[in-house]
């Protein structure tokens, strides 16, 4: 191999490498390719073509009438919006000049050098309790139920962190990880003394496990007919979510725990009150889960907590709840534009953990127990009823990209033909 081409491949993989950390990462599969046209561009290529999927990554890059097409494939990945952070920084202020390989590879050694996961064991356990203490507060399971919660989904968090670290099967993770939450929240509620009415409230415990950023990403991808990353990324979240709201079907069954109760929001001043607080502890907990730094968290927490609020007064004023959910995610992706350029953070890595809230956990808990017991007829009521939820949130943030954000929205490409600040590209 002539020197010419060894430093076309080489190139190629620095490209090929900062696309598969921002993969790797959990970032939509629009921002993975910009990111690794602007590196193409910033090395000195006349072309990019970039495909992405789920974990993988293919690249062909084209100079002249040359090209050298590079290939990769990960595991699963996972979410660090830290990273994402990182690396979106590097591909928009250093990749705005012609950059060699090796200056290239020098920044991306010192991302990676960042610690990951960004919060250790306790801090990640303690964020799975306190987020999902949050959502039984929003359900109405009761402060007492909302303290066994905590302490359940935490015991659920360390199983799962375990388990991951030995390479166990996603969804094994996932059923182990339900398991004992589920588990653990019934038989603290077993041994002490508490009104067995709030044992409905362990469907809160397993709500850490509901992959809110997969599956609103995945939406950011299919919304752009980005199919190859969004479709794959679509069904990996509705696996996790079956299989944990089976797990929890099945330990509801044994233990004759009955259906968590549908109730209408309280239009209170203390219900409002504690939403709030909810809402902020919840959004900043699951921030801390995908490896936000402080900043992100407490955005994230603000943001969520005003819209879900806002969300809250709607429901209680008789509003449905898709359109709640709809317009609080709208505000939520206005806002989140304003809030990410304000604090010089990528807007998903805000948008996506206010928006976790307002899933209907115990909505989606409640239809798959119909199934489970042949009820398909309330089932289907309910799953619907999940489902509008869920692709109204995805509409409301598909509506706030468009209206601020003109690159997403008009699909502009990435300018080859652009001329960069340092040295010239090479012919």
């Not at 191999?1 to 970032?27: F, I, P």
């Not at 993988?56 to 009438?65: A, K």
């Not at 996972?78 to 920084?89: F, W």
Request: with cysteine; net charge neutral; glycine share 8%.
């Amino acid at each position: 191999m002539t020197q010419h081409h060894s430093e076309m491949a080489a190139e190629a993989n620095t490209c090929l490498r900062l696309g598969g950390l921002l993969l790797a990462s959990g970032a939509a599969g629009y921002r993975v390719i910009r990111a690794v046209k602007r590196c193409a561009r910033s090395l000195g290529f006349d072309n990019a073509d970039v495909l992405v999927g789920f974990n993988t990554i293919s690249c062909t890059f084209h100079r002249g009438e040359e090209f050298r097409t590079v290939v990769a494939d990960m595991p699963v990945p996972g979410v660090n919006a830290s990273r994402i952070e990182a690396l979106e920084s590097t591909a928009h202020s250093l990749l705005a000049s012609y950059r060699t390989a090796d200056e290239i590879n020098a920044a991306l050694d010192e991302i990676e050098r960042i610690p990951t996961p960004r919060w250790g064991l306790r801090v990640s356990t303690a964020a799975a309790g306190f987020a999902c203490a949050g959502f039984a507060v929003l359900n109405q399971f009761g402060y007492l139920a909302a303290a066994l919660v905590c302490l359940a989904a935490a015991a659920g968090q360390l199983v799962r962190v375990k388990l991951t670290h030995a390479h166990f099967n996603q969804l094994g993770v996932t059923m182990a990880a339900a398991l004992v939450a589920s588990v653990s929240f019934l038989a603290l509620a077993a041994v002490l003394p508490v009104d067995d009415s709030i044992a409905p409230g362990f469907v809160a415990s397993v709500l850490f496990l509901i992959p809110g950023f997969p599956l609103f990403s995945s939406f950011v991808d299919l919304a752009r007919f980005d199919f190859t990353a969004g479709i794959p990324r679509l069904v990996f979240a509705l696996e996790i979510i079956v299989v944990t709201m089976l797990t929890v079907s099945v330990v509801a069954m044994l233990s004759g725990t009955p259906e968590a109760p549908t109730q209408a929001v309280p239009d209170t001043l203390e219900f409002f009150l504690g939403g709030a607080v909810a809402s902020f502890v919840s959004v900043g907990c699951f921030a801390l889960l995908f490896n936000s730094s402080r900043r992100m968290a407490l955005s994230a927490a603000v943001l969520g907590m005003l819209a879900n609020l806002g969300r809250l007064v709607l429901l209680a004023a008789g509003v449905r709840s898709f359109l709640a959910a709809f317009l609080a995610a709208l505000a939520i992706g206005l806002a989140g534009s304003w809030l990410g350029r304000a604090t010089g953070v990528p807007r998903v890595t805000v948008t996506i953990p206010a928006t976790l809230v307002m899933i209907p956990g115990t909505a989606i808990y409640a239809a798959v127990h119909s199934f489970a017991i042949s009820d398909i007829t309330d089932a289907l009521t309910r799953f619907t009823e999940v489902t509008f939820v869920v692709l109204f949130i995805a509409g409301g943030l598909a509506v706030a990209r468009m209206l601020t954000d003109p690159t997403w929205a008009f699909s502009r490409y990435i300018d080859f033909d652009a001329e960069l600040d340092g040295v010239p590209r090479r012919e």
